[in-house]
């Protein structure tokens, strides 16, 4: 089986249409699929009427706070319908768009001009501005000479452009994905660079907030790194996931449906939908 239930569109901060995200994953031969964007679900809207022979399994990937750290939940088989994940995504575009200004006002303190504008620029609508869309501003202005850069001086954990008071909190987040049918999965464990012991709390704190799943493979990960979260899975009891966390082709880091076997000692989430 061919699984990806992490991957990004242009309705958030990925490069490929929702369209042309479904041919990749058609040429990759992916048998189950999830288009993860961040905090919307334009994506499916787009696909609506589109016909495909991969299994489509509905999913979001919504930010929330932490502890004071922005932390990624993936929902997964949600009800593109349901009254729960239109509220949550409501809440969380009206989050996106005034942390956006934000954002803009803390670059422009620095002495960047155009920022909110620069950024929309990028962006398919100002609900759906994110970091990245200022990274590709920095670098058009030539503030910075890539977007790595750009993370790491100016919008990467902890420096000014980190804002993630607006989220939602885990709770809230696992809510809205339980009550419109969906798994709450934690994503990309990690990326959020938490020592052993916060890590372990936040996979407590996420398990008693009724998450049911953990992304154990991200991208393209070493084994030893699989091998770690697998026992994680499996001793937190969750359910394991993996995704390519693609959002642009040139990334070879993150190819869509390029995820390597998942570990036979944790159980894979997908067996609920085959
Ligand atoms: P936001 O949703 O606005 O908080 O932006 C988070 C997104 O920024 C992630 O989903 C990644 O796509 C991207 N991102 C985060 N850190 C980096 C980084 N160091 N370099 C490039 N992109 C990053
Ligand atoms: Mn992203
Ligand atoms: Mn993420
Ligand atoms: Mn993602």
């Not at 490929?16 to 994506?43: F, G, K």
């Not at 929902?75 to 005034?98: D, F, K, M, T, W």
């Not at 155009?114 to 609900?127: I, K, Y």
């Not at 012991?197 to 493979?217: C, H, N, P, Q, Y």
Request: charged fraction near 20%; hydrophobic fraction near 40%.
């Amino acid at each position: 089986m061919n699984i990806d239930f992490h991957c990004h569109t242009t309705a958030s901060d990925g490069s490929l249409s929702p369209l042309d995200l479904l041919h990749l994953a058609l040429e990759r031969d992916i048998d189950m699929l999830s288009i993860t964007d961040h905090d919307t679900l334009d994506a499916y809207r787009q696909l609506d009427q589109t016909a495909s022979k991969i299994q489509i399994i509905p999913g979001i990937e919504l930010s929330s706070q932490w502890k004071k750290r922005g932390v990624h939940i993936v929902g997964l088989n949600i009800g593109l319908s349901s009254p729960s994940i239109l509220e949550a995504v409501e809440r969380q575009s009206n989050s996106r768009r005034e942390r956006a200004e934000i954002i803009a006002d803390k670059l422009e303190r620095l002495g960047f001009t155009d920022c909110l504008a620069g950024a929309l620029s990028f962006a398919s609508g100002p609900n759906q501005i994110g970091r990245p869309h200022f990274a590709k501003h920095l670098v058009a202005i030539g503030a910075v000479s890539n977007i790595q850069q750009a993370f790491k001086r100016y919008l990467g954990a902890g420096k000014t452009g980190d804002i993630k008071d607006q989220w939602a909190t885990p709770q809230q987040v696992i809510s809205w994905i339980r009550d419109s049918g969906g798994v709450a999965v934690l994503a990309h464990p990690t990326k959020y660079k938490l020592t052993r012991s916060k890590l372990t709390e936040l996979l407590t704190d996420f398990k008693a907030a009724g998450g049911e799943g953990l992304e154990v493979i991200s991208g393209a990960q070493v084994p030893s790194v699989t091998r770690d979260m697998a026992r994680l899975c499996r001793d937190f009891e969750f359910e394991a996931s993996c995704g390519s966390d693609f959002h642009a082709p040139n990334q070879q880091w993150a190819a869509l449906g390029r995820v390597a076997p998942l570990p036979d000692y944790c159980t894979p989430l997908w067996h609920r939908w085959q």
